[in-house]
């Protein structure tokens, strides 16, 4: 199953190697104006063509009620299966697992370390990436192992996060949970807050590195303005955070948040001289003010 956003220029090839391996492959489009439908409907595959954008988790929601088999394989269309879908859906066939992802290279097949598979986020790790001291020392251990590069990628494991771009997901599991939760919108969290949910109902997680996907990564994002992208980031950010952290782990990350926005904000202003990055973070530490102050969280972003 595979959900577009302007993916005219990769939907194609995706598709092509999703149609090799003999699987029902349903697409479900959330109004792109580009020729991503066109190009979907050159190929005998289902296609869902959403006439406004439904968000992420809404358009695999959709996705999985359109399909009927025990096992989704949720991919995104910059990513092209190379090999072992079998293999994945054995692992996701496991005793006890509620999903399975895959091995994700880039073009010249490098394993994807650091994005395919990490650890749930803390307090710590978000705290760090929002004050940019993961950018500034990226090898720090709270960084290292939340995006888990102690892991040994060349065998099956047990892990907590893949990566929902080359995810195999058992339907049982997906209709207890209810699903990916759409107030992550328009994206990001999303994958991460059904893995998490998945982990409390006492489901294990695996990473197989016999599925492997050629990914080229965050073609979709590009449609969106940097300024855009920094507020869908941090408000989905604050959403799990409100969601799976204590309270007081929850208002340090809002602290946190609101903080490394002032800094980013003098200091992308001052480079790009240009107002833009000012406004978006100035609304990114108005949500986390709010997020902060607010009894209900999450439900109030």
Not at 235 to 263: E, T
Request: charged share 20%; net charge positive; aromatic share 8%.
């Amino acid at each position: 199953m595979i959900v577009t956003y302007h993916s005219e220029a990769e939907i194609g090839p995706c598709l092509d190697a999703a149609m090799a391996t003999g699987a029902t492959v349903v697409v479900v489009d959330n109004a792109s104006r580009d020729g991503t439908v066109e190009e979907v409907r050159r190929r005998p595959v289902r296609l869902i063509a959403n006439a406004a954008n439904r968000g992420f988790a809404g358009a695999v929601n959709q996705g999985f009620a359109a399909l009927s088999t025990p096992y989704v394989l949720l991919l995104n269309p910059d990513c092209v299966i190379v090999r072992g879908l079998d293999v994945l859906r054995d692992a996701c066939a496991a005793p006890g697992v509620a999903a399975a992802g895959g091995m994700l290279v880039d073009r010249e097949g490098r394993p994807q370390t650091g994005f395919m598979v990490r650890r749930f986020p803390t307090a710590a790790s978000l705290i760090l990436e929002a004050l940019l001291l993961n950018r500034l020392w990226p090898k720090n251990p709270v960084n290292r192992h939340y995006r888990a590069l102690d892991l040994d990628y060349g065998v099956r494991a047990e892990v907590e996060q893949p990566a929902g771009a080359f995810l195999m997901v058992r339907r049982a599991v997906w209709q207890e949970l209810g699903g990916f939760d759409e107030s992550f919108f328009p994206l990001w969290f999303e994958d991460v807050d059904f893995c998490r949910r998945a982990a409390g109902r006492g489901y294990r997680i695996l990473y197989e590195p016999g599925g492997i996907a050629q990914h080229r990564g965050a073609h979709s994002i590009v449609h969106l303005t940097v300024e855009m992208r920094r507020i869908y980031w941090y408000c989905s950010l604050l959403k799990y955070s409100a969601k799976h952290l204590r309270p007081v782990a929850y208002r340090a990350v809002c602290l946190a948040v609101a903080a490394g926005s002032v800094l980013r904000m003098i200091a992308e202003s001052f480079q790009a001289r240009r107002i833009l990055p000012m406004a978006a973070y100035g609304e990114v530490v108005r949500l986390a003010g709010r997020a902060l102050v607010s009894a209900g969280g999450a439900n109030q972003l």
